[in-house]
């Protein structure tokens, strides 16, 4: 039929002509537009109308119409429905290619999954599936190879690139009892490690989950799209008929005439673009921030991002390392530290790992604890050798005299920006241990790159005001906000709210609460714990830079959802007065063919528009690395 409709000008015509065309068009319309009109019918049993309503409108009364035009010996245009419909499909087509592309980021992280793994069993070497890993197998790696599960070193040592799953290109060094990842490449090194997670508990799976569920989110400018292109088609299918009405009845062209300028009516506005524009935007955007470690959670975060005012963060183990070290001891070094060290051992705090090491490293032997009590946001009590010792902080001595010497000393330490303990015995403080978590090489530069942005930002913090301060000072804070319970960060978040959207990044554990207050939660991924479901943004390398990165490919991609729908609607609010004829005086017409190739392609520029998004340049604050 377009062979006969280029070469009918020169007298060719299809054989059998009028018929020919109708058995032609008619097999067409029953196995390409049929899904077409069934699912406009099912819509219009629903009382709703989509984008298919559109093409089975006018595709089915360009198609009836020239039945009756063969019938009733009129000109037809059966190529109309049969080109509508094939450029449709053909729009489909090449859409549907084009949002694979999009949306290949999860393929390519499932493909990074190792086949194979030497496990050791009974003594021996055996070549086993992935699948068939269980916990605590031992697994050999030889250099080169893929590590099959995520587990821990036990014996020897290498360096392993990270980089799919991280997006850290530099290797990392690996020793015995460090925690390696499935899907990485072992190095030039040979070692051994034992499965600690497997299957959907592994961190490459919980990613390929983390990012299947944002790319089939949306985000909440999705519904507004929705709600307008379910008024746009029976607003469409009005104006079609009142093209038709106009041009028959008031202009006097023909039927033929005046079905063509409604048919293109009906063709160029189906809003097929708008359909695209989100969801195509949100399958790039998070595809390409998962391969940059930065897993954004779902298309409502999107949104969020783009109005932050302010960046709250939590202190240790966020802008801090988070390993403390003890670097003072005042008072008598081995007695205050056996008490210590015999009330914490029952502790998880940080601080009370930094305190046992420090007494593993000085050889010290020291009596169990009785009794132990743990006093939230204040240290711990218990019994020591039959007398009662604490270890915490002043909030912890509403009932103990300090005396002078101490009170000093322990402001000189907090100048510092060391963390200070107290540690007594019988009401009585007989010694303080200063514990220092330092900030991450990274932090300034993070803090710098949000504040060049104009965010506000803020340090919440459980420790004490000076300490606070202190870090504060090292790395750029704004404002710090000390003295914090757990219990209470959530309040703090909700405080700084009333000025504005609020982002906090915190650990995504101790953290959890000010995360989900939070309008934007920013998780720091903790080595293979990653599916941390407080946070709606996931950083897996654990790098405070991540934070601005994070916030830039979530602005460009809810920006570039914008720009797309802009386009969408302002392609239709063109392209329908030219359909339907409004300059035709002028020469400029759109045939109902010609407008289905021109629909088709405002879909293809849509997706275009969002694949290109994996091109999009970061600001320099956003390329730090």
Same mark, same amino acid.
């Not at 920006?417 to 010694?431: D, P, Y």
């Given at each position: 039929?377009?062979?006969?409709?280029i070469l009918?000008?020169?007298?060719?015509?299809?054989?059998?002509?009028?018929?020919?065309?109708?058995?032609?068009?008619?097999i067409?319309m029953? !196995?390409a537009?049929?899904?077409?009109?069934?699912?406009?019918?099912?819509?219009?049993?629903?009382?709703?109308?989509?984008?298919? $309503?559109?093409?089975?409108?006018?595709?089915?009364t360009?198609y009836?119409?020239?039945?009756?035009?063969?019938?009733?010996?009129?000109?037809?245009?059966f190529?109309?429905?049969?080109?509508?419909?094939?450029?449709?499909?053909?729009?489909q087509?090449f859409?549907?290619r084009?949002?694979?592309?999009?949306?290949n980021?999860?393929?390519k992280?499932?493909?990074?999954?190792?086949?194979?793994?030497?496990?050791i069993?009974?003594?021996k070497?055996?070549?086993v599936?992935?699948?068939e890993?269980?916990l605590?197998?031992?697994?050999r790696?030889?250099?080169?190879?893929?590590?099959?599960?995520?587990g821990q070193i036990?014996?020897?040592?290498?360096?392993?690139?990270?980089?799919?799953?991280t997006?850290?290109?530099?290797? $990392?060094n690996?020793k015995?009892?460090?925690?390696v990842? =499935?899907?990485?490449?072992?190095g030039?090194g040979?070692? $051994?490690?034992?499965?600690?997670k497997?299957?959907?508990n592994?961190?490459?799976?919980?990613?390929?989950?983390?990012?299947?569920?944002?790319?089939n989110?949306?985000?909440?400018?999705?519904?507004?799209?929705?709600?307008?292109?379910n008024?746009?088609?029976?607003?469409?299918?009005?104006v079609?008929?009142?093209?038709?009405?106009?041009w028959y009845?008031?202009?006097g062209?023909?039927?033929?005439?005046?079905?063509i300028?409604?048919?293109s009516?009906?063709?160029?506005?189906?809003?097929?673009?708008l359909g695209?524009?989100?969801?195509?935007?949100?399958?790039? =955007?998070? =595809?390409?921030?998962?391969r940059?470690?930065i897993? !954004?959670?779902?298309?409502?975060?999107?949104e969020a991002v783009?109005?932050?005012?302010?960046?709250?963060?939590?202190?240790?183990?966020?802008?801090?390392?988070?390993?403390?070290?003890?670097?003072?001891v005042i008072?008598?070094? +081995?007695?205050?530290?056996? !008490?210590?060290?015999?009330?914490?051992?029952?502790?998880?705090h940080?601080?009370?790992?930094?305190?046992?090491k420090?007494?593993?490293?000085?050889?010290?032997?020291?009596?169990k604890?009785t009794?132990?009590?743990?006093?939230? =946001?204040?240290?711990?009590?218990?019994?020591?050798?039959?007398?009662?010792?604490?270890?915490g902080?002043?909030?912890?001595?509403?009932?103990?005299?300090?005396?002078?010497?101490?009170?000093?000393?322990m402001?000189?330490?907090?100048?510092?920006?060391?963390?200070?303990v107290f540690v007594?015995?019988?009401?009585?403080?007989?010694g303080l !241990?200063?514990?220092?978590?330092?900030?991450?090489?990274?932090?300034?530069?993070?803090i710098?790159?949000l504040?060049?942005?104009?965010?506000?930002?803020?340090m919440?913090t459980?420790d004490n005001?000076?300490?606070?301060?202190?870090?504060?000072?090292?790395?750029?804070?704004?404002?710090?906000?000390?003295?914090?319970?757990p219990?209470?960060?959530?309040?703090?978040?909700?405080?700084?709210?009333?000025?504005?959207?609020?982002?906090?990044?915190?650990?995504?554990?101790?953290?959890?609460?000010?995360?989900?207050?939070?309008?934007?939660?920013?998780a720091m991924? +903790?080595?293979?714990?990653?599916?941390?479901?407080?946070?709606?943004i996931?950083?897996v390398?654990?790098?405070?830079?991540d934070?601005?990165r994070?916030l830039?490919?979530?602005?460009?991609?809810f920006?570039?959802?914008?720009?797309?729908?802009?386009w969408?609607?302002v392609y239709?609010?063109l392209?329908?007065?030219?359909?339907?004829?409004?300059?035709?005086f002028?020469?400029?017409?759109? +045939?109902?063919?010609?407008?289905?190739?021109?629909?088709?392609?405002?879909s293809?520029?849509?997706?275009?528009?969002?694949?290109?998004l994996?091109?999009?340049?970061?600001?320099?604050?956003?390329?730090?690395a």
């Amino acid at each position: 039929m377009l062979i006969e409709m280029i070469l009918k000008p020169f007298g060719w015509m299809l054989p059998g002509g009028e018929l020919t065309m109708f058995a032609l068009t008619t097999i067409v319309m029953i !196995i390409a537009g049929g899904p077409f009109i069934k699912t406009a019918t099912a819509a219009f049993k629903k009382h709703h109308s989509n984008m298919d $309503t559109l093409v089975a409108i006018g595709t089915s009364t360009a198609y009836i119409y020239s039945v009756y035009a063969m019938l009733t010996h009129q000109p037809v245009f059966f190529e109309s429905a049969a080109f509508v419909v094939t450029f449709v499909l053909l729009g489909q087509v090449f859409e549907e290619r084009m949002r694979n592309n999009a949306s290949n980021a999860v393929e390519k992280l499932v493909n990074l999954q190792a086949k194979d793994a030497e496990v050791i069993r009974d003594g021996k070497p055996v070549k086993v599936p992935v699948s068939e890993i269980v916990l605590g197998d031992l697994i050999r790696v030889r250099p080169g190879e893929k590590i099959a599960v995520d587990g821990q070193i036990v014996e020897g040592s290498s360096t392993i690139d990270e980089s799919m799953v991280t997006g850290e290109s530099m290797p $990392t060094n690996k020793k015995v009892g460090d925690s390696v990842v =499935g899907a990485t490449v072992n190095g030039t090194g040979a070692f $051994t490690f034992k499965a600690t997670k497997i299957g959907k508990n592994t961190m490459l799976s919980q990613i390929v989950a983390l990012v299947k569920k944002a790319q089939n989110s949306h985000a909440p400018i999705q519904g507004l799209t929705d709600k307008v292109a379910n008024i746009f088609v029976p607003v469409v299918i009005m104006v079609a008929v009142l093209t038709f009405l106009i041009w028959y009845v008031f202009i006097g062209a023909s039927i033929a005439s005046s079905l063509i300028f409604a048919v293109s009516v009906v063709v160029i506005a189906c809003p097929c673009a708008l359909g695209l524009a989100t969801p195509t935007a949100l399958m790039v =955007g998070t =595809g390409r921030s998962a391969r940059m470690g930065i897993l !954004i959670k779902n298309g409502e975060v999107l949104e969020a991002v783009n109005d932050v005012k302010t960046v709250i963060f939590d202190k240790t183990g966020t802008i801090t390392v988070g390993k403390p070290q003890v670097t003072d001891v005042i008072g008598d070094t +081995s007695t205050v530290l056996k !008490i210590a060290a015999s009330l914490e051992a029952s502790s998880e705090h940080p601080l009370a790992a930094a305190i046992m090491k420090k007494a593993k490293d000085d050889d010290l032997k020291f009596t169990k604890a009785t009794n132990f009590k743990a006093i939230q =946001g204040k240290g711990v009590e218990a019994t020591v050798a039959g007398k009662h010792a604490f270890v915490g902080n002043e909030k912890l001595l509403a009932d103990v005299a300090i005396q002078a010497e101490i009170r000093s000393k322990m402001t000189t330490l907090q100048k510092e920006a060391k963390t200070v303990v107290f540690v007594g015995q019988e009401n009585q403080v007989i010694g303080l !241990i200063a514990i220092q978590d330092a900030p991450k090489k990274t932090s300034k530069a993070a803090i710098h790159a949000l504040k060049s942005r104009g965010l506000k930002t803020v340090m919440l913090t459980g420790d004490n005001e000076a300490v606070a301060r202190a870090v504060a000072d090292q790395v750029g804070i704004d404002q710090v906000v000390a003295d914090v319970l757990p219990s209470d960060k959530a309040d703090q978040v909700r405080s700084f709210q009333t000025t504005g959207r609020v982002a906090f990044v915190g650990d995504g554990i101790n953290d959890a609460p000010a995360l989900s207050t939070a309008d934007v939660g920013i998780a720091m991924g +903790s080595g293979t714990d990653i599916a941390i479901e407080s946070g709606g943004i996931v950083l897996v390398k654990n790098d405070l830079r991540d934070v601005d990165r994070a916030l830039e490919l979530s602005r460009k991609t809810f920006n570039r959802i914008k720009l797309n729908l802009f386009w969408a609607f302002v392609y239709n609010v063109l392209g329908i007065p030219v359909a339907a004829g409004v300059f035709y005086f002028i020469g400029l017409t759109l +045939s109902p063919e010609l407008a289905g190739l021109a629909m088709a392609l405002s879909s293809l520029s849509v997706v275009t528009s969002s694949v290109l998004l994996n091109k999009a340049k970061l600001t320099p604050s956003a390329q730090i690395a």
